[in-house]
């Protein structure tokens, strides 16, 4: 690495004066939802007092994170209990161990930030070795299973991006002294200076077509075969619609079926990915849909507000602290495809109604849901963490905070089918 990208300002009294941030990502070669949130939290940091390291085991990313001149490591990630074989490599996270405190001394650091569950595994390890503050960012939930083996309750503190991923861990009985809310943001001005894709004519769709745009991966979780039966029950009552599907993912074959057997291809357009979306939806979109079997934030949810769409979602995980039903969207019952035509009828019937909406979520967006208010809230919690290890207040002072989260973790496991995940009972013999 050179000197130059090790010091973002040039300047050597600033950069000394700086705290160095170890950001651990394990995550799929993609830019999506928490390698968005993790480019923009270290896009905004205030480079006079943090100098953020990424550690990571996708390309994709290690590229993004270049361009900001932020120092990257690329690897493998081995994960004990993976779901897929090696379950028990223990060889790859002894590795993984040693170079992460190999990390930690190159780089000086203060502070390690993991953004999400899985690389917790090894970097308890590394911080209770090094005695640094250790924080886990979630941005989904764990199963309990999940939660043991990844050492969630072991962390410093756990940042979650809505109140139904903290739940899961205070269930736990993890201090609540130890668990914070942060909701993402987004970076308004960068998202609105996106060039307007003019979706329309892209789609050939006549003028009074109504256009509904749903946005993200193509995988089973976002319920993109609800979407598609909801308009196949639209087009029955002679509604003139088109909805146009934002994403890519490993569901596109069994939709691209679902499509053909309604005979809806001319309804629905599968567009695939697209790295503009706000261009996207300000481009002639009447309507923002999300049909997601679970969803902790949506980040879309405010992609939309900032482009001046409403919203129609389901009442499910943390949609409903991103939107506020019938004051800055329509929230419906997850996967009552009865209830959700009935909001899609409304809205189209209601122009001024979807302007309203749209307007009072773009105004909820700006005092709530930006990126400075996200960051200001993030490192107010590096200072609090790095302040306390400083001064020792943190360092085996929260044995008590562990062994109940243990105790109430153990008893959890007790009761439930955890076992089974690995050892699955046999049949009897007969």
Not at 367 to 391: D, G, M, P, R
Request: glycine share 6%.
């Amino acid at each position: 690495m050179t000197e130059n990208k090790l010091n973002r300002s040039g300047k050597d009294n600033i950069a000394n004066n700086r705290k160095n941030i170890l950001f651990v990502h394990y995550g799929e070669g993609w830019i999506r939802g928490s390698e968005r949130c993790l480019l923009d939290l270290l896009t905004f940091l205030d480079s006079r007092n943090y100098r953020p390291v990424l550690w990571c085991n996708s390309e994709v990313l290690k590229k993004e994170a270049e361009e900001l001149n932020i120092p990257t490591i690329c690897q493998p990630f081995p994960l004990l209990f993976a779901e897929q074989p090696p379950r028990f490599n223990c060889i790859g996270f002894y590795q993984l161990v040693r170079q992460g405190m190999g990390l930690v001394k190159q780089y000086n650091i203060d502070l390690i930030h993991a953004n999400s569950g899985a690389p917790c595994q090894w970097l308890n390890w590394v911080a209770r070795a090094c005695q640094l503050p250790l924080v886990a960012h979630i941005h989904s939930r764990y199963p309990l299973w999940q939660r043991w083996v990844l050492g969630l309750h072991q962390v410093d503190h756990v940042i979650g991006v809505s109140h139904p991923v903290i739940e899961q861990l205070r269930g736990d009985g993890m201090a609540e002294s130890k668990l914070s809310v942060i909701a993402n943001g987004v970076a308004i001005q960068n998202l609105s200076q996106q060039p307007v894709v003019d979706l329309r004519q892209k789609l050939h769709l006549s003028p009074g077509t109504f256009l509904i745009a749903a946005v993200g991966s193509l995988i089973f979780r976002k319920g993109f075969d609800i979407a598609i039966e909801a308009c196949a029950a639209l087009e029955k009552q002679g509604v003139d619609l088109h909805l146009v599907i934002i994403g890519e993912g490993e569901q596109r074959a069994n939709l691209e079926q679902q499509l053909s057997e309604l005979k809806l291809e001319h309804r629905v357009t599968l567009l695939g990915e697209q790295p503009d979306v706000v261009g996207h939806l300000k481009g002639g979109c009447d309507l923002l849909l999300s049909t997601a079997r679970e969803e902790v934030f949506g980040l879309v949810l405010l992609e939309a507000a900032l482009a001046g769409v409403a919203v129609a979602a389901p009442r499910v995980g943390g949609i409903p602290e991103v939107i506020v039903d019938r004051q800055t969207g329509l929230l419906h019952q997850p996967g009552d495809v009865d209830e959700l035509v009935s909001h899609l009828k409304a809205l189209m019937l209601a122009p001024e109604l979807r302007v309203q909406l749209a307007a009072a979520s773009y105004e909820r967006l700006q005092v709530q849901f930006s990126i400075q208010a996200n960051v200001f809230k993030v490192t107010a919690q590096y200072e609090q963490l790095i302040t306390a290890y400083s001064n020792h207040a943190l360092i085996n002072t929260d044995i008590k905070s562990r062994g109940t989260s243990w105790f109430n973790l153990l008893r959890s496991i007790a009761h439930s089918d955890i076992w089974q995940k690995y050892w699955p009972k046999r049949s009897p013999v007969v």
